[in-house]
């Protein structure tokens, strides 16, 4: 038997009459554990959802096994020992793990009733398999952490006998703890023979878990890596995806001399959350703010923005008191919030671009309460033009753009407010490389034209990389600050476990 278990050869997909896929090649051996990465746009979901049936090519190839395959829908590749998890998972919520996973396989006693007893023993005894003895599977999905309903789609795959695994950004909304677990089952499966195609922007993963890398950059192949004997570096990686090297990873910042101070937080508390609060900022200042996951610092920025509201403190903007009893009324005195949950706290997923791009910013697009198209197309051109949105089509529905994309809408919608101060909730998360840079070059303009930003990170080098000045939080207190001349990342992580006072 061949040890190329699949071939996807000169893949060609075109949408609007422009191609997306340039005559990709693609192949993946037995039992290994291949990884796909490139910037947005590049080609990567296109070249999983040819796979997964989703998309049929114009042109090219797909080989299982030495036989060609033609694949008219989703079920087509499911039947051909393909499992795909995409990064929106496919599970019905109000349904249970067993039920999820029998999915148009139910068993049933008789013609109607389903036998739900064997259906949650087999599941379990799948579940157990991966290393979860303790999850119930009469438990419905929607009960479930992220990481749990990600342990369900890989037991889906393997309850169909797929030989092939695709993981699309398996960890983008998981912890450390939540990924390492992860890491441990793709190596059991590898070990048993899955070969897994494994699609991520995060490349620490990649090259602690690939043993080959393909690279695209727009549409096109540029190459294959062997992770063992090429020493394949970070620094190699961004080379080849973006085109450019890591030193030019975070845009040039000079020293911050800014003396104004544009934002007053003082003893700020709110029970089981966070416990005197007290920092300032400064005009044109990029502010960090990091520490451990749950140590306060999502709801010190949501306290200011008015989603959450605080027992007791102060906070002050221009020196006056900030009157933010509600987010609308933080937007009104200049201050945006770009949340860390994009898809459920800052889009609507079914509406359109512009539609989101308006949705704080009414007042620049209608009068006596319509809409005009005279002042609508100008402000969505203008917007969309500034962040190099792609497609440029404020028509198309943001559930279909790239992460990086979807971000960039967001801060469009907020810059569009001309706000005083931006806060920014773990900014480049679930984004890659070239988009992160472009999020990088955009909060160095913005500070430069006035504007002050705050930016919670769990990223060490991004926050080292982009902020004038740190503070660290750990268990809902401040633990530490830090000024740019100070950085030192040991230092910085030594705070965050609160082993180091202020």
């Excluded at 036989?67 to 087509?76: I, M, W």
């Excluded at 303790?134 to 999905?141: H, S």
């Excluded at 037991?155 to 912890?175: C, G, N, Q, R, Y």
């Excluded at 070239?434 to 990223?459: D, F, H, P, T």
């Amino acid at each position: 038997m061949s040890e190329m278990l699949l071939q996807m050869k000169e893949i060609v997909k075109e949408f609007g009459g422009v191609q997306v896929l340039k005559r990709v090649n693609f192949d993946l051996r037995r039992g290994e554990v291949h990884a796909l990465i490139g910037e947005n746009g590049a080609g990567k979901s296109t070249l999983i959802k040819v796979l997964g049936g989703v998309y049929f090519p114009e042109s090219g190839q797909i080989l299982i096994d030495g036989r060609e395959q033609h694949f008219s829908c989703a079920k087509d590749a499911l039947d051909a020992s393909i499992g795909i998890i995409y990064q929106e998972f496919n599970l019905v919520p109000s349904l249970s793990i067993a039920e999820n996973i029998f999915l148009g396989n139910e068993l049933r006693n008789g013609k109607t009733r389903l036998n739900r007893t064997e259906m949650i023993r087999q599941a379990s005894e799948l579940m157990k398999s991966l290393g979860f003895e303790q999850m119930d599977c009469a438990c419905e999905v929607a009960e479930l952490s992220v990481a749990q309903q990600q342990m369900v789609e890989i037991a889906k795959a393997l309850f169909h006998h797929s030989k092939i695994l695709v993981m699309d950004e398996p960890t983008a909304v998981l912890t450390d703890q939540e990924s390492q677990k992860l890491f441990e089952i793709i190596q059991n499966l590898k070990a048993q023979g899955v070969s897994i195609i494994y699609v991520s922007h995060r490349l620490e993963e990649v090259l602690e878990l690939s043993d080959r890398i393909t690279v695209l950059r727009d549409g096109e192949w540029i190459t294959d890596l062997d992770n063992a004997r090429h020493d394949v570096t970070k620094e190699m990686l961004v080379s080849l995806m973006v085109g450019r090297s890591l030193e030019q990873y975070y845009p040039e910042r000079t020293e911050f001399k800014g003396e104004k101070i544009i934002l007053e937080v003082k003893h700020l508390s709110r029970k089981g959350m966070y416990e005197d609060i007290s920092f300032e900022l400064r005009q044109g200042e990029i502010l960090g703010i990091t520490g451990l996951v749950g140590a306060g610092r999502t709801e010190v920025v949501k306290s200011i923005f008015g989603a959450i509201h605080a027992d007791s403190g102060e906070i002050l903007l221009d020196g006056k008191p900030l009157k933010n009893g509600s987010p609308s009324e933080s937007i009104s005195q200049g201050v945006a919030f770009i949340p860390e949950n994009r898809k459920q706290e800052g889009l609507l997923l079914d509406a359109s671009v512009g539609d989101n791009m308006m949705m704080a910013n009414y007042e620049k697009v209608s009068r006596n309460g319509v809409i005009r198209e005279r002042l609508k197309r100008p402000f969505l051109s203008e917007n969309i033009s500034r962040l190099v949105i792609k497609p440029a089509d404020p028509n198309k529905i943001i559930r279909d753009f790239s992460g990086g994309n979807q971000q960039k809408v967001i801060v469009a919608k907020w810059l569009a407010t001309n706000p005083k101060i931006m806060i920014l909730d773990e900014p480049t998360r679930g984004i890659d490389i070239g988009a992160k840079l472009e999020i990088y070059e955009l909060m160095n303009r913005i500070v430069q034209n006035g504007c002050s930003i705050i930016m919670v990170s769990s990223e060490m080098n991004e926050i080292i990389g982009m902020c004038d000045r740190v503070l660290v939080m750990s268990e809902g207190k401040l633990s530490g600050e830090f000024v740019r001349s100070e950085f030192d990342q040991k230092r910085i992580m030594t705070a965050g476990s609160g082993l180091q006072a202020i």
